[in-house]
């Protein structure tokens, strides 16, 4: 079954500082995705990447920033965090074929973000 | 931009009862995916449709797409405990760069 790793699985921190959530997926696939997803609610895409070197803007406004530097990690940095940027952060991967027609999303744990 | 509405947005079954979700989207679909999320975990894949009027079993779970390719289904038939968490459909527009757009869920509580 899928391998795709999120770390940490829990963070509280504080107002301002910069952090750094990690995933890292050992499938070897080329499409990566960034959700916010709020307690009973939506997934909201934040950030998405092609492959190396791609990172892309999802629907969600988001002040965070994307890298896509190696196929397997696509790690999601907040230079200040703020309060309203609690929640929980799911990464996810796919396949990437060509008619991108059939792209089941594996989903990491998830990492839950308190931001005091 | 595409919405994705499932209704009901929540159900409360007893165990043995019959439960169905309903999908709609805003905008024509290419294809329809369905997710399951239990309490606490991640969203985790069940099926996808990609034929107009298609409809696929798994054991007690029927999921159907519409003629239109516009909305989506999901039955369950004699409802378990196990079935508890969060349904999401996620619908992928046939126009444009092809995002999957996800659902607002719907969060099923069975009762034993």
């Known amino acids: 079954e899928a391998d795709i790793y999120q770390t940490p699985r829990y963070l509280v921190i504080g107002t301002g500082k910069k952090i750094t959530l990690e995933c890292s997926q050992t499938?070897?696939?080329?499409?990566m995705y960034w959700y916010q997803q709020d307690p009973g609610m939506e997934l909201h895409l934040i950030h998405y990447s092609y492959g190396v070197n791609s990172t892309e803007k999802g629907d969600l406004s988001s002040e965070s920033t994307v890298s896509r530097i190696r196929t397997e990690h696509f790690p999601l940095t907040l230079e200040s965090a703020r309060p309203s940027h609690t929640s929980q952060y799911l990464c996810a991967s796919s396949e990437y074929g060509g008619t991108a027609r059939n792209e089941k999303l594996f989903f990491g744990s998830g990492t839950q973000l308190s931001v005091l | 931009g595409q919405q994705v509405m499932q209704i009901p947005q929540y159900q409360h079954v007893q165990e043995g009862e019959d439960f169905t979700t309903y999908c709609n989207s805003s905008?024509?679909?290419?294809?329809i995916q369905w997710y399951k999320q239990r309490p606490g975990g991640h969203p985790v894949f069940l099926i996808q449709l990609v034929k107009s009027g298609e409809v696929k079993k798994q054991k007690r779970l029927t999921f159907q797409f519409g003629e239109a390719k516009k909305n989506s289904s999901l039955h369950i038939t004699a409802t378990q405990t196990t079935d508890v968490g969060t349904y999401f459909c996620a619908g992928k527009t046939r126009t444009g760069f092809q995002k999957l757009v996800f659902g607002t869920g719907t969060r099923l509580l069975v009762s034993p």
């Open positions: 905008t024509t679909l290419s294809n």
């Open positions: 499938m070897g696939h080329d499409k």
